[in-house]
């Protein structure tokens, strides 16, 4: 099946949040997605985009126009030791158009613009319980940085960001 | 003990990269620490910077030690960058035997991911990293 991977525009905003709650949904934690399109847009598409975009789409037998199928959305960051990293933060392909190579053909992509860009390495996080993509990863050489060196991952919520931040200074 | 916490400058980048390499040590992985004060200043004060960077800076002598709240107002100050700029999580790795961090962050509320909803973190490097760019299009 003929399809083509390309850059996100704007107009591709309203399938990014529907493949972003696909995936959420697929990770059993969709009511945590709070996020809006114009969150999306404003944050992707305006002056300092903080994150980029890249889409899957073709054409379904059953329709005339183009589907969106499939995303990855990522941003640069970096790691004190070795420098610039592309973190990969969503990945995912409708389960309809899976075992068809899209997804290797994103990660082929994306390890490609790593090495474009002088990124020493390609970073993400999988939910244990999602054996399906551990075992997509560990095929292709990932490292498992938890199991490995023990890094747990922590998050602070915003009533805790807030509290912190206006905590008396010492 | 007074001390001051301000955004770093280039000029900081050498003791940064010290830094870097004692945290390195302390989490028994200074071999894994590649980059110098060098890098340090190319990404993080060029045009469009990779990553920002506070230090705290003590007005004497005095060698800093733990204890007297530094850490919290570094990390209260990072908290309140993120406030500013509508953030709406603090995200950060730590390791698992580090006990001393990790109370130090579950203190302020942080949540252990890894714990309760079990992510790990992958990652693709050198080898791994090339092989990919390589793949044949067939899974």
Known sequence: MEYKLRKAEPKDVPDILRLVKELAKYEEMENQVTLTEQDLLEDGFGDTPFYHCVIAELQPQSSDGLEVVGFAMYYFTYDPWVGKQLYLEDFFITQEYRGLGIGSHIMRHLSDLAMKTRCSGMMFVVAENNESSIQFYKRRGAEDLSQEEGWRLYRFDKESLVKMASAREE | ?139
């Open chain 2, 1 to 139: 003990m007074d001390y001051k916490i301000r955004a770093a400058r280039k000029e900081d980048c050498k003791d940064i990269a010290r830094m870097i390499m004692e945290l390195a040590v302390f989490e028994k992985m200074p071999d894994q620490v590649k980059i110098s004060y060098k890098e340090l200043e190319r990404d993080g004060f060029c045009q469009n910077p990779f990553f920002e960077c506070l230090i705290a800076e003590v007005s004497d002598a005095h060698r800093s030690k733990c204890g007297n709240g530094i850490g919290k107002s570094l990390m209260s100050k990072v908290a309140k960058i993120a406030a500013e700029k509508q953030c709406v999580r603090l995200q950060l790795s730590v390791l698992d035997w580090n006990s001393p961090a990790r109370d130090f962050y579950a203190a302020k509320g942080a949540q252990d991911l890894t714990d309760s909803e079990g992510w790990h973190f992958i990652r693709f490097d050198g080898l791994s990293l090339d092989n990919l760019v390589k793949e044949a299009p067939q899974d």
